[in-house]
């Protein structure tokens, strides 16, 4: 759970162990990296923001979830990757586009459905890719990051070109048959994959606590010999530290799972009132857990930055964000017919 996570950082102990990670907080990096991941984190904060207030506006329609509040889990893993490594997640997936390097006009573009989006406006909020960027998308059904994730870890192996894929997807989802199926599949044929649990608590419409039986996602890993670590995702340094040992298994061993515990401020999606939680809870979390805050206490205690250096940062954020949003009112509607491209392929 969110309110019991110190920071914790992953130590693998060998083949088929599971356990929560080590207590104590990773050394602190150069002034440099720690403002790079600040820089990071309120991108896509800032993002998230616009995309909600545009969402309220009617300019995106369909499903929209936002990744306010799990920042940390993005940033963190991708600082830990190399070129040639692979990405791919489920729905609430913008963060982790944002984090792959993808153009935000362009994911903005997506949002709105317009034709300079990723995926030509036909896509929308849950299904963009980047194949130059190793996104592999934002997937809509539950559960569906794992055997693709699985596949392009195969590829990976076949392909002998010490590549790692990460694949993400929520604590609703560690529920689901084919999670398990993959599982099975990436051990057999020791696979270099992460699986990355974002445990933000809450599923659709219920608590984690509710809906798993086993409160510790990282060990469902277990039965099949893969290793699995549990992650403070509210700390952006401790994600980085955890994230370095996993991908360095992945890489040499095959598979580990990751449960990195965070939380979701806004509801599952848009249209959730989220009325299964308190205000009081959510308020309590953004004032002591927030990874944004947290990791700005730090450089500014640290004296690595100052208040007037990281208000720059954010002015400039929003600039950012805005253009982004005005290029994608801007972009048109995409012409009918685009309803016949890109759902076929010669090989």
Known sequence: MASETTSRSTRGTGKGTARRGRSSKPQLPDAETL????????????????AGQLYGMGLIGGFCHLYIGQEAVAVGIQHALSD??????????????????MDPKRVMAELTGRIDGYSKGKGGS?????????????????GAPAPL???LAFAHKYREDGGVTICYFGDGAA???QVYESFNMAALWKLPIVFVIENNRYGMGTSQARASAGQHLYERGQAYGIPGEE????DVLAVRSAADTAVAHARANGPTILEALTYRYRGHSMSDPAKYRTKEEVQE???QRDPIEQLKKTMVEAELSDEDQLKAVDK???GVVNEAASFAQDSPEPDAKELWTDVLIEA
């Open 35 to 50: 403002f790079t991941y600040y820089r990071d984190m309120l991108m896509l904060r800032r993002f998230e923001e616009k």
């Open 84 to 101: 040639g490594d692979t990405v791919i997640t489920g729905y609430r997936d913008h963060g982790h586009m944002l984090a792959t390097g």
């Open 126 to 142: 849950m299904h963009m890719f980047a194949r130059d960027k190793g996104f592999f998308g934002g997937h809509g059904i539950v």
């Open 149 to 151: 994730g699985t596949g």
């Open 175 to 177: 529920n689901q048959g």
């Open 231 to 234: 992650v403070d995702g509210m």
């Open 285 to 287: 979390i953004r004032e």
């Open 316 to 318: 400039e954020i929003r």
